[in-house]
């Protein structure tokens, strides 16, 4: 059960949501979760490119806070500049031992849903590497074949656009996911 356990939460737009609700005001209205930080940037990168990019965010998020789970969005910003590969995958590297120093947790990283870029295929696939290396967990909405095969209307009425829910769809589609896969990983946990 999700009530009453602290999250932190670190991405960029999908994770900002639409003017600010994302699903993690669906989760803090459904399940009382309790959000000990969103740290949502639209427009940031995993890879470091200023101030504003994941690490330096992460970085300034108080140390003393206690977190049952930390999640963070696999940027999309990262595919549509076309960053580095390798680049992506010191970022994740950097930011699953600094979650796990820091706070003694593993991260869940998430996966937007699928839209059209094979630069984003690549980062989800070196997630699936890092999980087997790490043992992190992945909320994987990029390969779902329920998120993937569902009505075109319906599709259409929860999307901003190819990459950003609404906040219909959050509320609607994303969030039922997310509720049964924290469940999955807080029953695995126990």
Same mark, same amino acid.
Do not use: A, H, W
């Given at each position: 059960m999700l009530k009453d356990k602290k999250f932190i939460f670190l991405g960029s737009s999908v994770t900002y949501g639409d003017n600010g609700y994302s699903f993690i005001e669906s989760l803090v209205k459904y399940e009382n979760i309790i959000v000990l930080k969103k740290e949502a940037v639209?427009?940031?990168?995993?890879?470091?490119?200023?101030?504003?990019? $994941? /690490?330096?965010?992460?970085?300034?998020?108080?140390? &003393?806070? !206690?977190?049952?789970f930390f999640i963070c969005q696999l940027s999309t910003n990262d595919a549509s500049l076309s960053l580095p590969i390798d680049k992506i995958n010191d970022a994740l590297? $950097? /930011?699953?031992?600094?979650?796990?120093?820091?706070? &003694?947790? !593993?991260?869940?990283?998430?996966?937007?849903?699928?839209?059209?870029?094979?630069e984003y295929n690549r980062m989800v696939d070196l997630l699936y590497k890092l999980k087997e290396e790490w043992n992190i967990d992945i909320i994987d909405l990029w390969n779902d074949t329920d998120m993937n095969n569902i009505d075109r209307n319906l599709y259409n009425s929860y999307m901003k656009d190819p990459i950003h829910p609404n906040k219909f769809g959050y509320d609607k589609w994303w969030t039922p996911k997310f509720i049964k896969a924290l469940n999955d990983i807080l029953n695995r946990c126990s």
């Open positions: 639209s427009g940031t990168t995993l890879v470091t490119l200023d101030d504003n990019s $994941y /690490i330096p965010r992460m970085e300034r998020i108080d140390k &003393n806070l !206690k977190p049952d590297e $950097y /930011i699953i031992q600094y979650v796990y120093k820091t706070f &003694n947790k !593993k991260v869940i990283f998430y996966t937007g849903t699928k839209f059209d870029s094979k």
